[in-house]
């Protein structure tokens, strides 16, 4: 294979990291941008194993000049942006979250940030607007690849003493192993592991480095690469404006662009790239791809902070058009001062002064996340000022929802202290995901124990409903199951619906998810049972007590049209309008309710928030709200 510059590699670079900022700017119809991720780890495939292979083939391979290409290309623009993100943080950053951002640091710098972001991958965890670096998740992964891989390949070479046949097989055969690990993961429910660890993720770094492999066939009409590059167009294209990001990522749907990517590489083999005007379209996109190394790295902690410095921690499409155009004029100014002259040998011209700066500066950025967290311990003045505030970012919510028991049962099941009806009672039950849990705390306390028991059915990320064929995951499909058994030899007075509707209506799934709300619904009434469906609940552009507590820093007045998430407005009036009140049902708007003229409470009792994140009740909040809704039940 010819190690000559591909231009076309470039434009492949700027396809990936232009959807990866566009979905991460949050720009319209760019749903599924991130797969730009999966499209970098196939170009490193295919350029990492073509480079050794060729070395080791003419035996010039050396892993002490492997390894200082990849810290001449990794670290300086890397280490750059990791030590100048450090000084916003100070201004803008949580106490918690600057302890939180300092402990990345060092995760970073060893090349181990995927398993510290997979730690904190919970249901409820802090929204990823507010982890600057966690977009360092995949340099680990690609780091990680970087360790196995030469060590791989030149213990194959060795055995197999340069058979053409033998490589392919053997990428071909590791590659369709993690690809199963990967697809088993999530078929365990276990999603988040295939997105952040390595083996899961090596099948994409591996049919890169297949297409690169001497054995592999190689395209020589110019009209078939045409077509092969045209098609793979397509193929990543698809996937970027259709895909929605969720738990169905990576698997199988991270295959369009993984095979997208190797398709328009082994389309481009032995291409000679033209001479072409400065002005041209596709010298513009080549610039991108020349400077998407250090766009990938800039954008995220820009983005973070820009976010940070709003009010209402929402970026208008102006302020992302302005973040944008600095986004691209500090990476090219990292690409030219930083990448550039370290790659070039301009400086640290030596292999050991480039492994000694290295080693230096990673020491230096050690220390410096150390002391940062140390001096994070000792709030400051406003600190100090708003620590209840701050406290809700570790909200216990648990007791509350009545975690492992009747909300995500720890066995999957729930058992007696869940859906026992009571003799003599009035029974009410609460079924849902944790848009509906987070009821249960006010819905008991605005009700007389001695008339009123409340069941509870709860599961996380889970719609109420009997069509467990339309649940995203293996617990949800176990949970629709098991409350039609339930259902069918229990009767509860009453059944409360409430879910995350914002989620399960994304487009183009409204209809289908009325149409399972219709269905259960009649299957309840046609039992007896009386239904109420709680609308979407009141929700908030971002984590509430975060908002607050930045609003606060800067002696900002907190309004609810800057805090409040607008769309729950327009879904609400969509979901009354499709379903109309009958005889046994009768559909609550909570927003009408709670929000007159569209104005929510953001705080009540003497500054509580009325959310813990972004939608999730305090116990106060939850009072509140019931308290609000329980009259429109006729209960009180």
């Not at 409820?124 to 600057?132: G, N």
């Not at 230096?364 to 996340?369: I, P």
């Not at 079924?431 to 028991?453: C, E, I, K, M």
Request: positive net charge.
């Amino acid at each position: 294979m010819r190690r000559d510059y591909r231009e076309d590699i470039d434009w492949l670079r700027a396809i990936a990291v232009l959807a990866v900022v566009a979905f991460h700017f949050e720009t319209p119809a760019v749903f599924g941008g991130f797969v730009g991720v999966d499209i970098f780890f196939v170009i490193s495939g295919y350029l990492i194993t073509g480079i050794i292979q060729s070395e080791l083939q003419t035996g010039s391979f050396s892993f002490a000049r492997f390894y200082e290409r990849r810290v001449r290309r990794l670290l300086p623009a890397l280490y750059a942006m990791v030590a100048l993100a450090a000084i916003p943080s100070f201004h803008y950053l949580l106490t918690s979250e600057r302890q939180e951002f300092f402990r990345s640091i060092a995760a970073v710098v060893t090349f181990t940030s995927n398993f510290f972001f997979w730690f904190q991958t919970g249901y409820f965890d802090h929204a990823a607007v507010e982890k600057p670096l966690l977009h360092t998740w995949s340099l680990a992964v690609e780091e990680q690849f970087y360790l196995a891989l030469p060590l791989l390949l030149w213990g194959f070479s060795r055995i197999t003493r340069g058979g053409r046949i033998a490589l392919p097989v053997l990428l071909g055969a590791l590659a369709l192993a993690s690809f199963v690990l990967s697809i088993w993961l999530m078929k365990s429910d276990s999603s988040a592991n295939a997105f952040f660890m390595s083996p899961p993720r090596a099948w994409e770094f591996l049919i890169g480095g297949l297409v690169a492999t001497p054995g592999f066939p190689v395209l020589r009409n110019a009209l078939a690469q045409q077509v092969v590059r045209g098609v793979a167009l397509v193929v990543i294209a698809i996937p970027i404006f259709s895909l929605r990001q969720g738990p169905g990522f990576p698997g199988f749907n991270a295959l369009a662009p993984c095979i997208g990517a190797a398709m328009f590489l082994w389309g481009g083999i032995d291409v000679p790239t033209q001479t072409r005007s400065r002005y041209s379209p596709l010298t513009i996109v080549k610039f991108f791809g020349q400077i998407s190394y250090s766009l990938y790295l800039w954008h995220w902690p820009l983005f973070t902070f820009a976010r940070f410095s709003k009010s209402s921690l929402v970026l208008d499409a102006t302020d992302k058009v302005m973040l944008f155009a600095l986004t691209v004029l500090i990476s090219h100014l990292s690409w030219r001062f930083v990448e550039q002259p370290f790659r070039r040998k301009a400086l640290a011209p030596t292999r050991s002064a480039a492994f000694r700066i290295a080693g230096l500066v990673t020491a230096l950025l050690l220390a410096g996340s150390a002391a940062g967290i140390i001096v994070s311990r000792a709030p400051s003045d406003a600190d100090r000022a708003a620590l209840q505030l701050e406290s809700y970012n570790n909200y216990n919510y648990r007791p509350l929802y009545r975690y492992g028991v009747c909300f995500a049962p720890d066995n999957g099941a729930f058992g007696a202290d869940c859906l026992t009806l009571a003799p003599g009672k009035t029974n009410i039950m609460l079924w849902g995901d944790s848009l509906a849990a987070h009821y249960f705390h006010g819905l008991r306390n605005v009700t007389d124990p001695q008339t009123v028991n409340i069941l509870q059915a709860t599961q996380a990320a889970c719609m109420p409903t009997f069509n467990a064929a339309a649940q995203g995951n293996t617990s949800c499909r176990d949970f629709a199951t098991q409350m039609e058994t339930f259902f069918g030899d229990h009767k509860p007075d009453r059944v409360i619906l409430s879910a995350d509707w914002l989620e399960y209506a994304r487009p183009p799934r409204f209809d289908g998810m009325i149409a399972d709300l219709k269905q259960t619904i009649a299957k309840l009434n046609a039992s007896g049972i009386v239904v109420d469906l709680l609308g979407p609940a009141v929700q908030f552009r971002a984590r509430l007590p975060s908002m607050l507590m930045r609003a606060h820093l800067r002696n900002i007045d907190p309004r609810p049209d800057d805090f409040v998430l607008p769309d729950i407005f327009a879904l609400d009036q969509m979901m009354k309008a499709a379903l109309p009140p009958l005889q046994k049902f009768s559909y609550i708007s909570v927003v009408d309710t709670v929000c007159p003229a569209r104005q929510c409470p953001l705080t009540i009792d003497g500054g509580i928030p009325l959310a813990w994140d972004h939608a999730h009740l305090t116990a106060e909040g939850s009072v509140y709200v019931m308290g609000k809704v329980m009259p429109l039940l006729g209960m009180k």
